[in-house]
């Protein structure tokens, strides 16, 4: 163990301090006490952290390394909130133009702006407030709840103590309801039950306490990052000792599974009981209610989503995507809604609180029908013609019928004026009186024309040439020169078609002869002629 080292003056007080310490060890002296009034020990040095276990020391000392002195003018005394120190009369040089103030300036005045400042209507002056310079140390500093007022917490505890009580209240009207009907129930004779019993029924059971106050159920302790495996933690088993146990629920060996090293059975264990009876269905009914079936929705939305192409991961940014979710479904009520109040608005809502007609309501009217012995309507009710989606009934240029109701000579008109012209005016029975005419006279005259028709004078017939070209009768064409004019009319043909092919110096003859022409007519292409695709 170290020592601490102590300069001297000389060997004198070296010597001196040596007696001392051994007239201490004897009791002979008195011993050395610190700032605080405490004995020091002189085993135990003063630069040392904490303490050897065997010295039994009270606390450790570092009085050479930390500031051990108190400060004076530390303090732990917090602000007076909302104190004044002095309320003015009038105006004072130098006070907040706004509400006349001391202690700052109307840049920093709180007070709401006046319209006319304290300055200048020299009333309602404020207060001057409580400046304090509180200096803390360093515990003071970082003192969390340094100026906490505990009263302040003083209305949460009076609600939670109201909570209570009207808890109690509910559960004592609860069971005296519950001993009246059971009191009901009996005859008058056997009806009368013991104070003793009814005493009983009211008390509520200390083995069965409510779930809010099981604080403490069966723990099992776990090592946690200790050298043998971790710090002793607390698990606590939320099972309640009195439930039955989920594996016991049915014995049947062909029964729900149960997996015993994850305590789970999947399965309902009784599935043909009363569901009104059973507390446990399985844990499959776990997965598919509550909140792990509000899990896997969001799960789904955020898988198509992201196929859909939004930035968006469950796992890597859980919180972006049940915000997502949770706009999504905002969005789809909002429109289902308005689906909803668009149909409603069209069509109505026939399980609205509006009125149902009187005549609906009983099925009967004071309208009066009259029926063949068919069944067929003859009086009472007219019979109304389905309608289209287009307009019907639409009149237009003073016509009383619609165009298409009238039909003949394979044409529509109008049946009101009989005309066959769409945008025609009407012109009404006039008119039809003026066609009839019309068509009368003409049929006259084609009699008539008919009647002193005359037999066509007969035409001379023409020799004509090739395509019908007027031929004179005494022409006689030569054989060899029709042949040369037809093989000058293929050249001619083909230096039009290649500009190339025709020479340089081009003698023109003016000469045309009849050879020529035939040989002309017999190369022409005609459009007309269904057969010009077979010419060569």
């Given amino acids: 163990m170290a020592t601490a080292s102590v300069a001297f003056k000389s060997r004198e007080d070296h010597r001196k301090q040596i007696e001392l310490e051994e007239a201490r060890k004897a009791g002979l002296a008195p011993a050395e006490v610190d700032e605080d009034g405490k004995e020091i020990n002189p085993h135990i040095p003063q630069y040392m952290s904490s303490a050897p276990w065997y010295l039994n020391a009270e606390k450790p000392s570092l009085k050479h390394q930390r500031k051990w002195k108190s400060d004076p003018n530390y303090t732990k005394s917090w602000y007076d909130r909302g104190a004044k120190v002095f309320q003015a009369e009038k105006y004072r040089k130098g006070a907040c133009h706004n509400c006349g103030a001391m202690t700052h ?9 006046r319209k006319v400042g304290a300055k200048w209507t020299n009333i309602h002056i404020a207060p001057d407030e409580k400046i304090e310079t509180i200096e803390l140390d360093y515990d003071g500093k970082r003192d969390r709840w ?43 004779e056997d009806g009368v039950n013991d104070v003793d019993n009814d005493e009983d029924d009211l008390r509520v059971d200390e083995a069965k306490v409510d779930e809010s106050k099981q604080m403490d159920f069966a723990k099992v302790e776990k090592r946690v990052r200790t050298t043998g495996g971790g710090s002793t933690g607390t698990v606590r088993n939320l099972r309640i000792r009195e ?10 060996v062909n029964s729900a ?12 264990p009784l599935p043909d ?5 059973k507390f446990y ?104 013609l389905p309608r289209s989606k287009y307009e019907e009934d639409v009149f237009i240029n003073n016509h009383t ?27 009404g029975a006039a008119g039809i009186k003026a066609a009839e005419a019309a068509t009368d006279l003409m049929k006259a005259n084609i009699d008539r024309k008919e009647a002193t028709k005359e037999a066509p004078a007969p035409v001379e017939e023409k020799q004509l040439a ?50 020529d022409m035939e040989a002309y007519r017999m190369k022409k292409v005609h459009h007309d002629d269904p057969m010009k695709d077979f010419l060569h």
């Avoid at 599974?257 to 309902?268: A, C, G, I, Q």
Wanted: one cysteine or more.
């Fill in 105 to 113: 300036a109307a840049k920093s005045c709180v007070k709401r702006p």
């Fill in 146 to 188: 340094n100026g906490y007022d505990p009263s302040s917490y003083s209305h949460v505890v009076e609600r939670y103590e109201a909570r209570d009580a009207a808890r109690r209240k509910y559960v004592k009207e609860q069971q005296l309801q519950k001993l009246e009907e059971k009191n009901g129930n009996q005859n008058a």
């Fill in 243 to 252: 439930d039955t146990a989920k594996y016991l629920l049915n014995l049947d």
């Fill in 257 to 268: 599974h149960y997996d015993p090293k994850t305590r789970s059975m999947r399965e309902d």
């Fill in 273 to 277: 009981a009363d569901p009104n009876e």
């Fill in 281 to 384: 269905e399985g844990d499959n009914q776990y997965r598919n209610s509550g909140q792990a079936l509000e899990f896997k929705h969001l799960n789904i939305h955020a898988w198509e989503a992201f196929d859909k192409g939004q930035d968006i991961h469950m796992q890597a940014a859980p919180s972006q995507a049940e915000l997502l979710y949770k706009n999504h479904k905002v969005i789809k009520e909002k429109l289902k809604t308005r689906t909803k109040d668009t149909i409603m608005e069209k069509y109505g809502n026939a399980a609205s609180e509006e009125e149902i007609p009187r005549e609906l309501l009983l099925g009967q009217s004071e309208r009066q029908v009259e029926y063949d012995r068919a069944g067929r309507i003859i009086k009472g009710q007219e019979t109304v």
């Fill in 401 to 427: 019928t619609v165009w298409g109701s009238w039909w003949k000579d394979h044409q529509w008109g109008y049946k009101c004026c009989k005309q066959m012209i769409r945008n025609s005016y009407c012109t």
């Fill in 466 to 515: 090739t395509w019908g070209t007027e031929v004179p009768e005494d022409l006689i064409l030569d054989e060899k020169l029709l042949a040369e004019a037809l093989r000058k009319e293929d050249e001619r043909k083909r230096e039009q078609k290649d500009e190339r092919k025709r020479k340089y110096n081009v003698r023109w003859n003016d000469e045309v002869t009849a050879e």
